[in-house]
């Protein structure tokens, strides 16, 4: 009876822990290149270094012969969560650093090829124990690696196309307080394939137009999941389905004289295709019949819109000035929030510099992300059944961001 119980206890944990991992589906990390993070990542119409094969790879056939870059992003958020009851949870201090590798070759005046290393999407949180919300998330470290080969054709001197492939990794440790002393930690990874393509066209001498296309991503997690703080550990297989979006970016990128450049993006996310989460796990009792427990949870998550401004200021030949803004809506919808990551809709300043010497450009920049409070009164998340809110979710939601990136590339 006893392990019936502890069983019990523990396939609960798997599909509770489950279905608020997939949260970190709706964070997408979007600043790849710090060139681009200086004009808050409007650089779909630009799209004129080795970072194209993300933005925009039919930008790529405008670079002469081959380059290289590489870059990093430091990354720390402050999140807070002010109770119904007066007290505030904060969620640990932590810097983040998700980098990025680009590669491009211009094989002749027709065909040029791109290859990206990036990481798209990401998620990570640490609330205490302590926390109000303990008992739906404590840590939360979702982590992507997308390799994105792709090859563009230039059509004529206004018109490019590209294509390319998506090969994305993707691995995840959650943890949630379940009794006490006792603590769930689920931990799973999987692969998944997609496609993008992008197309950019020369309006006129001032005028480049862009449009990129990524496709959604499902990606088949498997993993374990653990109970610690027992005199023993349990562990049980876990599986589920995570739909990374589909994403449409178009772009305009305008040379209103020999030193300024103003762009502008649109983008959408197809963030509906996480409409609901079906979850299963093998429970200990059933091992040798082979039972299956399957839970569906409804996610409702809605498409959003992403607008991005920015401008590049040519000061000289070697050094550029770089500013933008950006407005981001959430995809969370208030009854299916929860502290995996406490969204809300954000909008961005950026700053940035470009310094080049010979065959090496030096970019930087920095971004201040700014959360827009959001209260919550009825968020009936990580729930598999039932309608009533989980109150200790509710309270007053605050964040804020700041973003550091260095990019350094080399033509040869």
Known sequence: MKKSVISFVQTAAVILALSTTCFAAGFRLPDQDSAAMGMAGAFVGQADNPSAAWYNPAGITGLDGSALSAGVMAIYPVLKHENTNGTTDVSEREVFLPVQLFATNKLNDRVSLGLGLTSPFGLSTNWPATSATSGIATFSMIKTIDLNPNVAYRMSDALSIAVG?????????????????????????????????????????????????????????????????????????????????????????????DKLTVNTDLEYTWWSTYDRLVIQSNSILALSGGLTNTSIEEKDWKNTWTIRIGGQYKLSDQWKLRA????????????????????????????????????????????YLHFNNRTITNSIAGQTGGSAPITSLNGTYKGTAQILGVTVAYKF
């Open 165 to 257: 492939v998506d090969y994305m990794q993707l691995q995840a440790t959650m943890e949630k307080v379940i009794g006490p002393s006792m603590l769930f930690r689920l931990q799973g990874d999987g692969t998944g394939l997609g496609a993008n393509a992008g197309i950019k066209y020369k309006a006129n001498e001032q005028l480049n137009l862009g449009l990129s296309y990524r496709s959604a991503i499902t990606i088949k997690v498997d993993g374990n999941a653990n109970v610690v703080g027992l005199p023993f550990t349990f562990t049980n297989p876990a599986q589920t389905e995570i739909t990374l979006p589909a994403l449409l970016q178009a772009g305009a990128s305008y040379k209103a004289s």
């Open 324 to 367: 933008g803004y950006v407005y981001d809506q959430s995809p969370v919808p208030s009854n299916r929030f929860d502290t995996r990551v406490p969204d809300a809709d954000r909008r961005g300043l950026t700053i940035g510099t470009g310094y080049t010497s010979g065959n090496i450009t030096i970019d930087t920049a920095y971004m």
